[in-house]
């Protein structure tokens, strides 16, 4: 759960930190409070689109700053921080800390229990935290786009490893149709693309490539174009080792006959003299080394003109691909086996034929699997969604999820003739829509076209319900989901958010009395101006201070002994329900 945010130079909040609480936690306030500023905030520090137009007016960055607390080991989250390669060992313990900067410029400095990461990983990780829905998550509902994924959310372990089967094989079989697709090129193209890379092989096959040769021709070439430099230096070191009159191995020989003469006296000098005679062995070798290098000073039979005329052949050619000599031999293998292709079409296009068929059949097979399972999925969400709905004074409405399989296209596949297949996507071969019947005696219709914006909410809020039970330690944020019902089905709302509760940690945005009062806690925004600058606060209110609030949201500005009375009484009803 979200234990504390703090909140710094953002927007109209210059600086707050809110301590947050199990259960159902209440955001009241006036309109324009800031009350959906806190919760954009928190939406930013879980991967959402940060901006520095955000920043508050002359402050250099803002912050957000969030604390997460678990109460059982978050399996699926601790995976992911392992895979970001943050340390887990004191998950429970010590929770989560989320700190996300952005300044003037633009620049996001995102960090999890201290670890320096990216938006991209700050997303993922949120996925697991907060899950905020708003009145714009109504579009959600009302776009069809969406219905398939969220009967998908639905399905067990058994259902996502299916899915992500199903999804490897359509990935193959996408790969392969792509193959046949672009086989089916025009026969004039396909002739004059043989015509271009027969003259790139013929060309390349010329140029008699070797692995690793430029890079031997250039060190040859140094190498020749240095070679006084080197045949002096060598000469000079072959003179100083050995033909001097003082030279080094002349020298050592001295060195050894002296000791040769003293060995006798002391005993670390016949040690001394095996070393001097291990060196002098060793500088023999050196200096016969250097004189045979010195004799033998060549190239092969390659003269420098000969070896700059290779070496700008084969500059011309790396210029003219683009590429490395390496990279050029990689790309003849290529291009040889494109003109193989289409030299040997027929048969190309056979066994490519048997492959697309074969790949399409195995795809098939697990999507139509994949739809025998998301129609039990759809059986079981519209038992639940209907009886989440009856709680909601929607008793004769009606819930439905109708599949669709994608459309068939005709492939001539040679032998095989002309097929008929499914035009698969990465979902499987299903479309779904969410029908609806919201009074008796009428026909099911696109919830579209049925649901108004009182009906639309109850229907958003029948979804998270049965969604919130798959869902473990998650923050549910619920932003004014409560817009145009009023009544007893605001108390209705009321009870259906904090039956979420029992599962999630919630918290509510809420301009209604009944789902304020039903919250196990309520904060206050307000904005207070001081030094000319005008700034949102946060309270937490006492009972009594909760009671003044609640009446006011019940009578208006002015509170009367009825209102609190009214007040109390819905206090009372509200913990008469959570106690049950």
């Not at 009241?28 to 959906?36: F, M, P, R």
């Not at 919630?506 to 700034?535: G, P």
């Amino acid at each position: 759960m979200l234990q504390s945010l703090t909140i710094e130079s953002f927007a109209i909040i210059d600086q707050v930190t809110i301590d947050f609480s199990q259960g159902m936690t209440v955001l009241s306030g006036e309109t324009g409070a800031g009350k959906s500023i806190i919760i954009d905030a928190l939406g930013i520090l879980c991967g959402g689109r940060g901006s520095n137009e955000f920043i508050r007016q002359d402050s250099e960055k803002l912050v957000i700053e969030g604390l997460f607390s678990f109460n059982e080991q978050p399996t699926a989250l601790i995976h992911l921080l392992e895979e970001l390669s943050i340390d887990t060992e004191h998950l429970l313990e010590d929770g989560l800390i989320i700190r996300r900067e952005i300044n003037n410029q633009g620049k996001n400095l995102i960090r999890v229990n201290g670890q320096l990461l990216n938006v991209t990983a700050l997303k993922r990780i949120g996925s697991h935290l907060v899950d905020i829905h708003g009145q714009n998550e109504h579009q959600a509902l009302l776009d069809n786009t969406q219905h398939l994924s969220l009967v998908d959310q639905l399905g067990d372990q058994r259902f996502i490893q299916l899915k992500e089967k199903y999804q490897t094989a359509y990935e193959q079989y996408a790969a392969i149709r792509r193959q046949w697709f672009k086989s089916q090129k025009n026969e004039q193209e396909q002739m004059q693309r043989l015509s271009f890379l027969e003259f790139q092989v013929n060309e390349i096959e010329a140029a008699h490539l070797v692995k690793e040769e430029y890079e031997q021709l250039e060190a040859i070439s140094a190498k020749l174009q240095n070679a006084t430099k080197i045949t002096h230096a060598m000469e000079s070191i072959n003179y100083l080792m050995s033909d001097s009159d003082s030279s080094i191995l002349g020298n050592l020989s001295e060195v050894i006959d002296e000791l040769n003469q003293i060995k006798d006296f002391d005993d670390q000098y016949p040690a001394i003299l095996d070393q001097v005679k291990s060196i002098r062995i060793d500088l023999q070798e050196i200096a016969h080394q250097v004189a045979m290098s010195n004799d033998s000073f060549d190239t092969g039979d390659q003269s420098i003109d000969e070896v700059e005329a290779r070496l700008n052949e084969l500059g011309q050619l790396k210029r003219k691909y683009g590429m490395e000599i390496d990279e050029i031999l990689d790309y003849y293998d290529q291009i040889s086996e494109e003109i193989y292709q289409v030299r040997n079409r027929e048969a190309y296009l056979k066994d490519l034929a048997l492959k697309f068929n074969t790949a399409y059949q195995e795809a098939l097979t697990l999507a139509q699997q994949l739809t025998a399972e998301r129609q039990k999925l759809a059986k079981g969400l519209v038992t639940a969604i209907e009886h989440e709905l009856a709680d909601l004074y929607m008793p004769h409405s009606r819930f439905e999820v109708r599949f669709n399989t994608l459309a068939t296209e005709q492939i001539e596949l040679d032998e095989l003739g002309t097929v008929e297949w499914i035009n698969l996507s990465i979902e499987g071969q299903d479309e779904a829509e969410f029908y609806a019947m919201t009074n008796v005696g009428e026909a099911s219709k696109p919830l579209v076209k049925v649901a108004s914006g009182g009906e639309l909410s109850r229907f958003m809020l029948a979804l998270k319900a049965v969604f919130s039970r798959q869902l473990s330690e998650h923050t549910m944020v619920f932003d004014e989901i409560d817009t145009g019902v009023s009544g007893r089905v605001a108390q209705a709302i009321a009870e259906k958010i904090a039956q979420i509760a029992f599962h999630n940690q919630v918290l509510c945005i809420t301009h209604l009395a009944q789902v304020a009062a039903i919250a196990h806690e309520q904060l206050y925004i307000q904005k207070q101006v001081a030094n000319n600058r005008t700034s949102t606060v946060v309270n937490t209110l006492t009972t009594n201070e909760r009671r003044e609030i609640l009446a006011q949201m019940m009578s208006g500005k002015t509170i009367t002994d009825s209102s609190l009375q009214m007040a109390d009484d819905l206090l009372t009803e509200m913990a008469r329900f959570k106690n049950n």
